[in-house]
Every structure is written in structure tokens, then in C-alpha cells.
């Protein structure tokens, strides 16, 4: 009798930790927590330059630059020529608001307050979320520059 008990108390238990399991291996607002260095932004080329930083209240700043802006000659930064300021907004982009966590860990919605493209300015982005270990990955599927959707990838600093 013993037997059977300790068999059914397993067979409820195992599915149990499995679930349990599954659930903490998702994403949360707490987990995704941190401070990230851009690996990965298309739009801004080959090793771009980058910080985003999630707070676990759900805060976000997000900067990222080309690694490559040539300085604007005059040394002051509202006096560049038309092409110097052209090359400044077609490398780099910023924003920050409030982030969530949603369906289930799957994506990341950035509720913009503020942005550099003011096109976003109070409008939310949803993008589809993958976390593995440091690394954190989202889709953009409609880049501010007009381009092809892709991948982001940010690692955590540690």
C-alpha cells in the first residue's frame, strides 16, 4: 500500500516540478533586470555601440550608435552641416519609457515616452523576446530606418 502511495504522490509531483520548472525559466521584469551592451544591431552596422538598461520596476533606456560617426567639424553639436547632422541621425537612435514582460516571456513591449524618432514618441513596440543565459535577443519588425526586420541582440554586463 505504502507502494502505491509513494508511486501516485511521484506521478503527481514530477509533472508538477516539470511545470514549475518551465515557469521559472521564463522571462520576467525581474529576470531580464540589468544593464546590456549592444552584439548585435543591424541597422547601425558591424559592431555597433550601445546601452540598455531595464530597471525591475519596468523603466527602460535604450542608446545605440554606429561605431563609426565621424566628429561634426565645427566641434559644436547644433552647428553641423546638413550632411554631417544626416550621418548623426542615420546612426544612432534612443528612447526610453516603461518595458513589460508578456505572453508568457515571448516578447517585450517598450512603452515609449520618449524617443530620438519622435514617430514613436508614446507609442508602444512589441518584440518578440528569446533570453539564453547573458544573452538577450528581440525582433524589431518595423526598423525606424525602414529596413528589413532583425534580430537585436544585447549581452548583460557583468
Do not use: C
Request: aromatic share 8%; glycine share 8%; no cysteine.
Amino acid at each position: 500500500m505504502k507502494r502505491r502511495s509513494l508511486l501516485a504522490a511521484v506521478a503527481v509531483a514530477l509533472p508538477l516540478s516539470v511545470f514549475s520548472a518551465s515557469l521559472a525559466a521564463q522571462p520576467t521584469t525581474k529576470s531580464v533586470a540589468g544593464t546590456y551592451s549592444a552584439v548585435s544591431v543591424p541597422a547601425f552596422g558591424d559592431k555597433p555601440y550601445g546601452q540598455m538598461i531595464l530597471l525591475p520596476d519596468g523603466r527602460y533606456s535604450i542608446i545605440v550608435r554606429r561605431a563609426k560617426l565621424a566628429p561634426v567639424a565645427s566641434g559644436v553639436r547644433n552647428k553641423g552641416t546638413d550632411a554631417e547632422n544626416k550621418l548623426l541621425v542615420d546612426g544612432s537612435i534612443s528612447h526610453f519609457g516603461k518595458y513589460t514582460i508578456d505572453d508568457a516571456g515571448k516578447s517585450i513591449t517598450f512603452h515609449v515616452e520618449q524617443s530620438s524618432f519622435p514617430n514613436w514618441d508614446g507609442k508602444p513596440q512589441k518584440r518578440a523576446l528569446k533570453v539564453s543565459g547573458d544573452t538577450l535577443t528581440y525582433t524589431v519588425t518595423t526598423p525606424s530606418d525602414g529596413g528589413k526586420p532583425a534580430d537585436v541582440v544585447w549581452k548583460r554586463v557583468k
